[in-house]
């Protein structure tokens, strides 16, 4: 029986690799998948794919989003007249010098480069206020993929539409040297939490009596479709004058370099990426080795491609998401439909270890809809030679 160093994960909320997951298997890969003998995930936080990689050259980026897709809808459904201010501010508490709410108003209502030169100058090297990225507002920003109603149901106005020019990250070049993953999607709507449970399990956890017990205050009351919130009395009507207000209204520790915002930027975090994969290069397993660059979850951010319909917990938005190793289709975009479930699936396939229910879930709900399962990475690797 033979020991697989199955994965390792970096969780950016501190810069060490930690054990994820061991596993031992006495039967023989697919052809060509036994290659693979070290798959490490490098789990950085609340980006999606357009807000920094909406310009990567061969990908569904920005240029695919018309004015009618990026055009966002008030909570009563009729178009925007223009972006609300980006409530408290477009830049973090303390952050010098700050760009203000006053600062951020009467945007066209259209997504809007937060490095413009011309407009907020604002680096990626300056960290931005937080956004809600939570279960149920994301399914109501989604609005059954039409991706809408990201202002109307965000606390952080017009910010969600704001995206940087990517190509200044280390991480660009990266992707341009191994394989960008286009069409990649968060395993579950909203935070990192359920996120973290998507990567190791493809299951979402079960919190018995949670009506009962101390998080009693956080939980929101839904409505009958399952998927929105009940939105209080008191809520302003639209988009342009608050953030929304729900009945009854929910995350990994702090860390510097995993790009969340509210508390880290995206250049420190992304050059931590680029350096760790540089150290992964030099390894003595980086012969057979995959790595699996990616992000927990939007953060909140807009993004122009609508997640596939699956079941109750997602997939959620599209991320960023980068496969580096040695069996890489070097320069390639690839577009083939993944979410973070697709690590699992390759590890399981690799080993032939027994399919886990949730992608088996996943895949049903899928199947149901109309769309093709989950890809295991594989077909942005060359594994037959």
Sequence with gaps: MKRLNLLHSICLAGSAIVPFAMATAAHAAPAGYDKIDNVVVIYAENRSFDNLYGSFPGADGLSNATADRARQLDRDGQPLSELPPAWGGLTAKGVSPAVTEAQSAHLANASFAIDDPKGFAEAPSVITRDLWHRFYQEQMQIDGGKNDKFVAWADSGSLVMGHYDGSILP???VAKKYVMADNFFQGAFG?????HFALVCACAPYYPDA??????????????DGTSLT????????ALEGAPKFVSDFYKPQ??????GGYADVSSGD???ADIVSHLEKSPQWAHMLVIVTYDENGGFWDHVAPPKADRWGPGNRIPAFIISPFAKGG?????????TSIIRFITARYDLPVLPGILARDRALRNNDRPPMGDLTAALDLTH
């Design 211 to 224: 009506d009962k017990s101390p998080a009693k205050p956080t939980i929101a009351k839904v409505d009958a």
């Design 255 to 260: 860390g510097n370099l995993n790009e969340h």
């Design 191 to 195: 935070g990192s939490f359920l996120n």
């Design 332 to 340: 390639m975009v690839d577009h083939t439909q993944y979410d973070t």
């Design 271 to 273: 050059q931590h990426l």
């Design 231 to 238: 939105v209080a009395e008191n809520a302003p009507k639209s």
């Design 171 to 173: 991480m660009w070049q």
